[in-house]
Every structure is written in structure tokens, then in C-alpha cells.
């Protein structure tokens, strides 16, 4: 990854975050519309491949659609939520089909669905087992509370409960300006973080056919998640962009898509994604009039689709550098901050006061230290998240499963990180939301209230 750093080296100009809401007031309908990033991201994002260099086996790479992995349509009681792909694993038992992701159905099933790498599915897992779920268990749900993921049938703080990825899980492991999700915090009436958006999907194709011939690929995706940036901004009042769920995981995702469903064969090695392939794992089908049809859970992976090589996974330090060419592509949505209380006021956050010193702008457009410094915050948010669902002699243990099962996840896929990442160590003194966000009103966490079910399949 660090030799990666250096072609990066034009993009390491610093950006006036603080005075973003200045710029997007300036700007008029047609520059909020405007496609082209300054760094050109590339067609394909990550660590470059040679051309050549990536092998394709339709041995290996098929993907079962058929037997114990048949398609079958979530029960009421079944968990789905914001990740398409989690939902069609599951729905094809590459992942527990209740919804209720394990240790070892993350580590085994998104590989053999997708071709993600063990780098990725170990901090996947460990994080959100920290935020979103149960530690103790290894347990968390893919989509709103389920009392199946605790250790004392959910209710172990009268403060709140484990919240599955959506619905309360905003701001933990979800965030605000999704791929056709809604935001959680915003007056609008599309405001499910659970559910998917038809126009989100139309917006999406838009791009896909203004950049290109209709197919989806990884610059068009970064171009979309910069438009849902600038969309949430100049229309969601409470939008709030955290180092995790906002800066890191929400363009994360955005590439995901590109790199975990884009169907591999002899002629595209490393994928075509087309708007048929996506209609299938987003759950989309088209009405009579050509309408969009959204099935909310009903996810699938399409029949002769072909993962990414197992001699070519999606890798953590892929997903990183992936972040960092996203950032050096549109710098204007790629910091922390938020709105403060009305549209377009967004206001950033210094890097410096997050990390305690230890970071400034340029972790944005260096994956080395982008790494380190999503590293530090997760960090810093795993005790403030499970103080608000664990209490007394549970919370001291599972505080110290920070160190025994987060912090070496951790330095699997980042490294050590000088000492940040380091079991026992003392490196990781950045800020957690809670300190960071509290001028802002979108970056209240909640825990527990009327929307923490995510709609039944």
C-alpha cells in the first residue's frame, strides 16, 4: 500500500474544510451537478493491477446459486437491512439466513460469495460486533435490533440496546448519504436507512450513463457518492459525516459495489457490472411502464455470475487506498463535520483535535495514514458506543475485549501503526463522536426508540 502513496503525491494539497459551507453556497444548481472530480478517479479503484495480471477460473470463481445455496425469500422474523450484499448472502445462506451474522459465517461466506479478503472480513466483524452488536458472541444483525445477538436477550442497559446495522446503527457502522438509502436524521420523508430508494437508483444510473455507456464502474460509483454527498448537504439539515461511518465506510461501500458484484469472465477479469447484474443484488425489477420496483430484503445474486479471483480479493488495504483516491477525487464531501442546524451549513472538523495531534489533512489523500487514523477512531468510538448499551462489571469486560479481539483485528488489516494498533499499547488517544460531533445536532447517537425494528422482509 505504501508504495501506492507516492502516485498520490499531487493530491496532497490541503482543503479548507471548515469552509465548505461557504463554497456550496456559492454554488448554483449546475456546479452541485457537476460530475468531474479533481484527481480523476479510476475506472477501477484499489491497488492498481497490471494489465494481465489477474487470472480468471470459471472453476473457482462460479458462484452457487443452486442446493443449500438456492435463493430463498426472508422470513417476517429475518433480519435485512442497508448492505445489499449482506442481504443476498443471506438469502442464499452464504451468510446465516435469519440475518444474525456470526464470526465465522463473515469470515468464510464473504469470501466464498464475494472474493473479500480476510483483511477486510476481520475488521468487518470486529468492528461492528463492537458497534452494532454483541462482542462477547461475535454476534451482530444485518439489519435493525434482534434480541437473538445478546448475551441477555438484548436488554442489557435500561440505556439501549444492540442495534443491528440500520435503524440505530446510524452513525456506528451506517451514515448519512448512502447509495439509495435514505438519511437517518433528515426532515425528509425518504428517511429510512434501512430501506432502499428508487430515485437514489435512478440517480445512480444517471451517472453511470452521463460518464459511460450505461455500466456501472467504480468512477461512476465515487461520482455518485460525491452527488448523494452534495445532496444530503444541500437538503438535510442534521447530515453529519463521522471519521467511520461517514469518511471511511460510506464511500467504502460505494466501492463495494463495483468490486464484490461486478460479474468476472475471459474478457472483463476484473468485472462488468451492469444494470441488470446491480437490479439483481439491489432488489430492483421494473414494472410494466419501466417504473423501478424496489422489494425491500429480496437481494439476490444473479445465476452464471462469477466472483473476483481468489488470486485477486478485495483486500483492506485495497478498500483504504480506494478511500484515499476518493478523497483526492472530490475533497469537498470527503471530510468530518457536518450541517448545524439548516441546509448547506456544513462545518468540518480539524483532524489534528480528532487524532490528539497525531494526524492532519493529509491522512485524506495518504492511505498509509488514512488507515492508521480510521484505526485510532475506532478506537476511540468502541467504548463510548458500548458504554451506551453495557453497564457495571460487563461493560470492564467488554471493554477489554478491546484489546484481546478488536485491537489485533485491527492491526491485521491497518498494521501497527506506530504503536496505535500495538495489543496493550497506549497510541490510540484520538476523540470519540461524542466529543467531537457535539455542536452538531445530526451527530447525536441514539440507542434504543420507535425505529430500531427494520422493516420485516
Same mark, same amino acid.
Given at each position: 500500500?505504501?508504495?501506492?502513496?507516492?502516485?498520490?503525491?499531487?493530491?496532497?494539497?490541503?482543503?479548507?474544510?471548515?469552509?465548505?459551507?461557504?463554497?456550496?453556497?456559492?454554488?448554483?444548481?449546475?456546479?452541485?451537478?457537476?460530475?468531474?472530480?479533481?484527481?480523476?478517479?479510476?475506472?477501477?479503484?484499489?491497488?492498481?493491477?497490471?494489465?494481465?495480471?489477474?487470472?480468471?477460473?470459471?472453476?473457482?470463481?462460479?458462484?452457487?446459486?443452486?442446493?443449500?445455496?438456492?435463493?430463498?425469500?426472508?422470513?417476517?422474523?429475518?433480519?435485512?437491512?442497508?448492505? %445489499?450484499?449482506?442481504?443476498?448472502?443471506?438469502?442464499?445462506?452464504?451468510?446465516?439466513?435469519?440475518?444474525? %451474522?456470526?464470526?465465522?459465517?463473515v469470515e468464510t461466506g464473504l469470501f466464498e460469495a464475494f472474493g473479500l479478503d480476510q483483511t477486510a472480513t476481520q475488521v468487518?466483524?470486529?468492528?461492528?460486533?463492537?458497534?452494532?452488536?454483541?462482542?462477547?458472541?461475535?454476534?451482530?444483525?444485518?439489519?435493525?435490533?434482534?434480541?437473538?445477538?445478546?448475551?441477555?436477550?438484548?436488554?442489557?442497559?435500561?440505556?439501549?440496546?444492540?442495534?443491528?446495522?440500520?435503524?440505530?446503527?446510524h452513525l456506528k457502522s451506517e451514515g448519512d448519504a448512502s447509495i439509495t438509502r435514505g438519511d437517518f436524521t433528515s426532515p425528509?420523508?425518504?428517511?429510512?436507512?434501512?430501506?432502499?430508494?428508487?430515485?437514489?437508483?435512478?440517480?445512480?444510473?444517471?451517472?453511470?450513463?452521463?460518464?459511460?455507456?450505461?455500466?456501472?464502474?467504480?468512477?461512476?460509483?465515487?461520482?455518485?457518492?460525491?452527488?448523494?454527498?452534495?445532496?444530503?448537504?444541500?437538503?438535510?439539515?442534521?447530515?453529519?459525516?463521522?471519521?467511520?461511518?461517514?469518511?471511511?465506510?460510506?464511500? %467504502?461501500?460505494?466501492h463495494f459495489v463495483y468490486a464484490l458484484m461486478a460479474n468476472n469472465s475471459v474478457e472483463f477479469p476484473q468485472g462488468l457490472?451492469?444494470?441488470?447484474?446491480?437490479?439483481?443484488?439491489?432488489?430492483?425489477?421494473?414494472?410494466?411502464?419501466?417504473?423501478?420496483?424496489?422489494?425491500?430484503?429480496?437481494?439476490?445474486?444473479?445465476?452464471?455470475?462469477?466472483?473476483?479471483?481468489?488470486?485477486?480479493?478485495?483486500?483492506?488495504?485495497?478498500?483504504?487506498?480506494?478511500?484515499?483516491?476518493?478523497?483526492?477525487?472530490?475533497?469537498?464531501?470527503?471530510?468530518?463535520?457536518?450541517?448545524?442546524?439548516?441546509?448547506?451549513?456544513?462545518?468540518?472538523?480539524?483532524?489534528?483535535?480528532?487524532?490528539?495531534?497525531?494526524?492532519?489533512?493529509?491522512?485524506?489523500?495518504?492511505?498509509?495514514?488514512?488507515?492508521?487514523?480510521?484505526?485510532?477512531?475506532?478506537?476511540?468510538?468502541?467504548?463510548?458506543?458500548?458504554?451506551?448499551?453495557?453497564?457495571? %462489571?460487563?461493560?470492564?469486560?467488554?471493554?477489554?475485549?478491546?484489546?484481546?479481539?478488536?485491537?489485533?483485528?485491527?492491526?491485521?488489516?491497518?498494521?501497527?501503526?506506530?504503536?496505535?494498533?500495538?495489543?496493550?499499547?497506549?497510541?490510540?488517544?484520538?476523540?470519540?463522536?461524542?466529543?467531537?460531533?457535539?455542536?452538531?445536532?445530526?451527530?447525536?447517537?441514539?440507542?434504543?426508540?420507535?425505529?430500531?425494528?427494520?422493516?420485516?422482509?
Open positions: 500500500m505504501k508504495s501506492f502513496v507516492g502516485t498520490l503525491a499531487l493530491a496532497s494539497y490541503a482543503v479548507a474544510y471548515p469552509h465548505l459551507g461557504e463554497l456550496l453556497k456559492a454554488r448554483d444548481d449546475q456546479r452541485l451537478k457537476a460530475r468531474g472530480g479533481i484527481v480523476p478517479f479510476p475506472t477501477i479503484g484499489g491497488i492498481p493491477r497490471p494489465a494481465g495480471s489477474v487470472p480468471f477460473d470459471p472453476k473457482l470463481q462460479l458462484v452457487s446459486v443452486d442446493g443449500e445455496h438456492a435463493w430463498q425469500a426472508p422470513g417476517k422474523t429475518d433480519q435485512r437491512g442497508p448492505c %445489499a450484499g449482506l442481504n443476498a448472502a443471506a438469502n442464499h445462506g452464504y451468510l446465516p439466513r435469519d440475518g444474525i %451474522a456470526t464470526y465465522e459465517a468487518l466483524q470486529q468492528t461492528t460486533a463492537f458497534f452494532d452488536g454483541d462482542p462477547f458472541t461475535n454476534t451482530w444483525s444485518i439489519g435493525g435490533f434482534s434480541p437473538k445477538t445478546a448475551v441477555a436477550g438484548g436488554l442489557l442497559s435500561a440505556l439501549g440496546q444492540e442495534s443491528g446495522i440500520c435503524g440505530y446503527g425528509e420523508a425518504m428517511n429510512s436507512n434501512c430501506a432502499s430508494y428508487p430515485v437514489f437508483f435512478q440517480q445512480l444510473l444517471d451517472v453511470a450513463t452521463e460518464m459511460g455507456d450505461g455500466n456501472i464502474t467504480m468512477a461512476v460509483l465515487a461520482a455518485h457518492q460525491n452527488n448523494r454527498k452534495l445532496h444530503s448537504i444541500a437538503n438535510n439539515p442534521n447530515y453529519f459525516s463521522p471519521v467511520f461511518a461517514g469518511v471511511a465506510f460510506t464511500p %467504502a461501500a460505494h457490472l451492469t444494470p441488470e447484474t446491480l437490479m439483481s443484488f439491489f432488489s430492483y425489477t421494473k414494472d410494466s411502464t419501466g417504473a423501478l420496483v424496489y422489494t425491500y430484503g429480496h437481494e439476490r445474486i444473479p445465476e452464471n455470475w462469477y466472483k473476483r479471483s481468489p488470486a485477486n480479493p478485495w483486500t483492506m488495504p485495497d478498500i483504504v487506498v480506494a478511500v484515499g483516491q476518493q478523497c483526492a477525487a472530490y475533497p469537498d464531501t470527503c471530510g468530518v463535520g457536518g450541517n448545524t442546524g439548516t441546509v448547506n451549513s456544513f462545518a468540518g472538523v480539524n483532524v489534528g483535535n480528532i487524532s490528539g495531534g497525531a494526524f492532519d489533512s493529509s491522512v485524506y489523500t495518504d492511505p498509509a495514514k488514512l488507515g492508521c487514523f480510521i484505526s485510532q477512531n475506532i478506537q476511540a468510538e468502541a467504548p463510548s458506543f458500548m458504554s451506551n448499551v453495557f453497564q457495571g %462489571a460487563t461493560l470492564q469486560t467488554a471493554l477489554g475485549l478491546v484489546t484481546s479481539q478488536l485491537v489485533p483485528a485491527l492491526a491485521a488489516g491497518f498494521g501497527a501503526c506506530n504503536g496505535i494498533n500495538v495489543k496493550g499499547g497506549n497510541g490510540a488517544k484520538g476523540l470519540s463522536l461524542a466529543t467531537y460531533g457535539a455542536k452538531f445536532p445530526g451527530a447525536k447517537v441514539a440507542n434504543s426508540g420507535p425505529r430500531a425494528n427494520s422493516p420485516s422482509p
